[in-house]
């Protein structure tokens, strides 16, 4: 098979990836550093595009699916076979970096290159899945695996923009979001590549990170309501001050992410009304971002915070309500791939680890329906959704051949299936 005799050697061309991805970080570039693309704006709207031509340049068929999210697939030697799939994602925070995503995307559509110009077809169709909206609600690749909350106020952004407007915008349609589900038969296995965006590979000098599996997130808009009033005239015992009991509440979400374990919890964003100098705060609305590998332990944490919320309340006679806004379940990544991939580190004289990835990831979802992996890259000093977010050409090439090489492996191992013959759905 074609295949099996160019895996030996076929490499990406590093020189082409590089290209592409400081190609794709002009759109949304910030004059201050690092990028801007929040999912559903004109700039993700921008990279979405561009990056649908170079997905048909590269010989692929591209569709969007109902929930926005951009399918490029390279076609197997089997067209109704399950494919082996990659991807990530095109948005970003609202100071980011270029490689967030970004990476994992291109990496994929530079392999598809390299399938095409060595006219490479694998057992398995080959997949580039860029998912929408990732850094938010992760509605597209919740939307796949069959995760996606039937509610469409539950998307709503935070600046008040409804999801059936922003779905349209990038070819999606919510009416029919539920459309997007894929099954197990449908993709055999999903390799992700990412930039790390911790310290561990660069603090431990290792060129690539296998991940053993992804931390569970739960995210929440706490809302708390006082009462706005004169802060000259209004006594303080009188009070119902919602920035005061935000502050409270601050600190002992910081309290629960510094009990022992492995947790971390951060409250990253804040808006109280009606944010004036001679006004008590009435109201005040915050995130909670909390996370372990261990979900029946966030499940407890959260039991300790909610009883906190309701003494605060009662001390500083206010209202707090916590609001769902993501749940993302841990995921273990398959051992059978973790291997996988070490041996392809091993071929290509690559020094790994094995490390838990303390960030969500699309490939969270899709553990959810088939068989997940995950390789990282090192993050120069850890840093990442900042400007200063930085890996290194040589290490996206690195972990681009790590990405071809496991695909290629992947695609020999499940073609055994094939022997006799059949194919499996
Ligand atoms: C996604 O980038 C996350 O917040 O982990
Ligand atoms: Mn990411
Ligand atoms: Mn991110």
Same mark, same amino acid.
């Given at each position: 098979?074609?295949?099996?005799?160019?895996?030996? *050697?076929?490499?990406?061309?590093?020189? *082409?990836?590089?290209?592409?991805?400081?190609?794709?970080?002009?759109?949304?570039?910030?004059?201050?550093?690092?990028?801007?693309?929040?999912?559903?704006?004109?700039?993700?709207?921008?990279?979405?595009?561009?990056?649908?031509?170079?997905?048909?340049?590269?010989?692929?068929?591209?569709?969007?699916? +109902?929930?926005?999210?951009?399918?490029?697939?390279?076609?197997?030697?089997?067209?109704?076979?399950?494919?082996?799939? %990659?991807?990530?994602?095109?948005? %970003?925070?609202?100071?980011?970096?270029?490689?967030?995503?970004?990476?994992?995307?291109?990496?994929?559509?530079?392999?598809?290159?390299?399938? @095409?110009?060595?006219?490479?077809?694998? &057992?398995?169709?080959?997949?580039?899945?860029?998912? %929408?909206?990732?850094?938010?609600?992760?509605?597209?690749?919740?939307?796949?695996?069959?995760?996606?909350?039937?509610?469409?106020?539950?998307?709503?952004? +935070?600046?008040? &923009?409804?999801?059936?407007?922003?779905?349209?915008?990038?070819?999606?349609?919510?009416?029919?979001?539920?459309?997007?589900?894929?099954?197990?038969?449908?993709?055999?296995?999903?390799?992700?590549?990412?930039?790390?965006?911790?310290?561990?590979?660069?603090?431990?000098?290792?060129?690539?990170?296998?991940?053993?599996?992804?931390?569970? @997130?739960? *995210?929440?808009?706490?809302?708390?309501?006082?009462?706005?009033?004169?802060? $000259?005239?209004?006594?303080?015992?009188?009070?119902?001050?919602?920035?005061?009991?935000?502050?409270?509440?601050?600190?002992?979400?910081?309290?629960? $992410?510094?009990?022992?374990?492995? @947790?971390?919890?951060?409250? $990253?964003?804040?808006?109280?009304?009606?944010?004036?100098?001679?006004?008590?705060?009435?109201?005040?609305?915050?995130?909670?971002?909390?996370?372990?590998?261990?979900?029946?332990?966030?499940?407890?944490?959260?039991?300790?915070?909610?009883?906190?919320?309701?003494?605060?309340?009662?001390?500083?006679? &206010?209202?707090? *309500?916590?609001?769902?806004?993501?749940?993302?379940?841990?995921?273990?990544?398959?051992?059978?791939?973790?291997?996988?991939?070490?041996?392809?580190?091993?071929?290509?004289?690559?020094?790994? &680890?094995?490390?838990?990835?303390?960030?969500?990831?699309?490939?969270?979802?899709?553990?959810?329906?088939?068989?997940?992996?995950?390789?990282?890259?090192?993050?120069?000093?850890?840093?990442?959704?900042?400007?200063?977010?930085? %890996?290194?050409?040589?290490?996206?090439? @690195?972990?681009?051949?790590?990405?071809?090489?496991?695909?290629?492996?992947?695609?020999?191992?499940?073609?055994?299936?094939?022997?006799?013959?059949?194919?499996?759905?």
């Amino acid at each position: 098979m074609k295949s099996t005799f160019v895996s030996a *050697r076929l490499l990406v061309n590093g020189d *082409r990836l590089n290209h592409s991805i400081a190609h794709l970080a002009q759109i949304g570039k910030l004059s201050t550093g690092g990028v801007k693309r929040i999912a559903y704006s004109a700039e993700d709207i921008a990279a979405r595009t561009l990056v649908q031509t170079w997905m048909k340049e590269a010989g692929m068929a591209v569709r969007i699916d +109902t929930a926005g999210n951009i399918i490029g697939k390279y076609p197997g030697k089997y067209p109704d076979a399950s494919a082996l799939a %990659t991807g990530s994602h095109l948005d %970003t925070v609202p100071c980011g970096g270029q490689y967030d995503g970004a990476y994992g995307v291109l990496a994929g559509i530079e392999i598809a290159r390299v399938f @095409q110009e060595n006219h490479i077809f694998l &057992t398995h169709p080959f997949e580039v899945i860029v998912f %929408t909206d990732e850094e938010g609600s992760m509605i597209g690749s919740k939307a796949i695996s069959g995760r996606v909350i039937n509610d469409p106020n539950y998307y709503t952004r +935070t600046n008040g &923009t409804d999801i059936f407007s922003c779905l349209e915008k990038i070819g999606g349609n919510w009416q029919n979001i539920l459309q997007a589900r894929r099954r197990s038969k449908d993709i055999a296995a999903f390799v992700e590549l990412h930039v790390e965006q911790g310290p561990i590979l660069a603090s431990m000098n290792k060129q690539i990170g296998i991940v053993e599996g992804i931390v569970g @997130q739960r *995210r929440f808009n706490i809302t708390i309501q006082g009462n706005a009033n004169h802060a $000259g005239t209004t006594p303080m015992y009188m009070r119902q001050d919602a920035l005061v009991a935000a502050a409270k509440v601050v600190l002992a979400i910081n309290h629960i $992410g510094n009990s022992p374990g492995q @947790q971390v919890a951060t409250v $990253g964003k804040m808006q109280l009304l009606p944010n004036a100098a001679n006004v008590i705060p009435g109201w005040v609305e915050m995130s909670l971002d909390i996370r372990d590998l261990s979900s029946s332990h966030l499940d407890s944490l959260l039991v300790q915070l909610r009883s906190q919320l309701e003494d605060i309340a009662k001390e500083t006679n &206010t209202q707090i *309500r916590l609001n769902p806004a993501l749940n993302n379940e841990p995921a273990l990544a398959k051992d059978y791939i973790q291997q996988e991939i070490a041996q392809v580190c091993k071929d290509l004289q690559l020094s790994y &680890t094995h490390l838990p990835s303390r960030a969500s990831h699309d490939a969270q979802e899709l553990a959810q329906i088939t068989d997940m992996g995950m390789i990282f890259v090192p993050s120069e000093l850890g840093i990442s959704h900042s400007a200063q977010e930085y %890996t290194s050409p040589e290490q996206c090439i @690195q972990g681009a051949n790590v990405l071809l090489r496991t695909l290629l492996k992947l695609d020999s191992l499940k073609s055994a299936y094939f022997e006799d013959g059949s194919i499996p759905n």
